[in-house]
DNA sequence: TGTGTTTTTTAACATTTGTAAAAAGCTAAA
DNA sequence: TTTAGCTTTTTACAAATGTTAAAAAACACA
């Protein structure tokens, strides 16, 4: 996925815009396993996806909680530490050998404060990111585990061939034996 | 609490950029029990709440869920009407009476096109609803209904005693038999 | 104060989900 | 092919949470 692609998603810029926005990029390469972000660091760069999968968790009491993946076009950031400038709570790991798109947080900023349509580009960012976490929310709430299993197969069933099952009962915030139940349950 | 107040919170502006947005406010009251914004309809406004609580519930299959509450300074809006222009999905109630200050859509979002400090105001809106919601995500997923209780308990105190137990049992995810047991648990 | 309504708590039981450990399945290297 | 390591499923049991209904408490107001 290029990355012109990846911007237009979420604002079409105007050329100049957009000419800025690329020129602070850079593209670089991880191998699978590799911690991209580390919680506790204040992260200087976010990134978006050309090529991978990549999954965020954190470490709590009793493990890991896998709360997010990203795939091809997705944008990778502590949300924390690029919103507030506070410690990021969270690992990203790859789950693939991954390609990146690498953008330096002060640089967006000052973009952000010198380029109108790039304000808005940021503005839509973190609205896009918004509505997601918000629809998620609210599936934890008044979804049972097993309606939150169909809703992930129906929106990203490729997702399920291309990570292992206990990172999705995580992510689903549920333990891997009841997704193995609910699996065992359909067939 | 004053609007001037309420804008500086997300962002500091310029004094004509926030005379700008002042301009297109509007106060507005409403009693108890009034439905501000409802579910299936394409908001035009969005609004900060100047004084009262209201709660967002959506209608579900059991019943309804309780996924938010406002108090004052804080932003009352669909975010998916606000960001994607399709239908709300959420209902907002005034648990007492309120006074609001009350924006047009169509003119906030002309003013995020023109003024590059409203533009990024706008962003700073949307990444702080998104940073309180990705919280709340990840501790409905790790976290048990007593440590959410808790945590409200530290964060918002105040909201305990201005909203029944039922909305913010189904705020917390859990059934109100559940939320007295735990608070039975504590004594 | 007394009465009717709403909210909260309690009780009993059913269901879901979790934990720990074992078994089965899969993959890749020797 | 065999082995070692990792992932997934299964089993048995324990703990948490839900549902329904009823009792108790709190509240509103004539």
Sequence with gaps: MD????????????????????????????PKGYILLKADRIEKNIYFIKKGVVRAYSD??????????????????????????????????????????????ASLKALYEKDIHLANWGRKLAEHELVKTEERLIAMQFKTAQERYMDLIGSQPALLLRVQLGYIASYLGMSQVSLSRIRAGLK
């Design 60 to 105: 709590a009491p009793g493990g890991q909680v896998t709360f997010w993946f990203g795939v091809e076009g997705a944008p990778v950031l502590s949300m924390k530490s690029y919103i507030t400038g506070e410690k990021s709570y969270e690992n990203i790991e790859l789950l693939e050998d991954c390609e990146f798109f690498e953008l330096n947080i």
């Design 3 to 30: 990355i012109d692609k990846i911007i237009a998603t979420l604002y079409v810029l105007p050329e100049p815009s957009k000419a800025a926005l690329i020129a602070t990029a850079k593209q670089v390469t991880y």
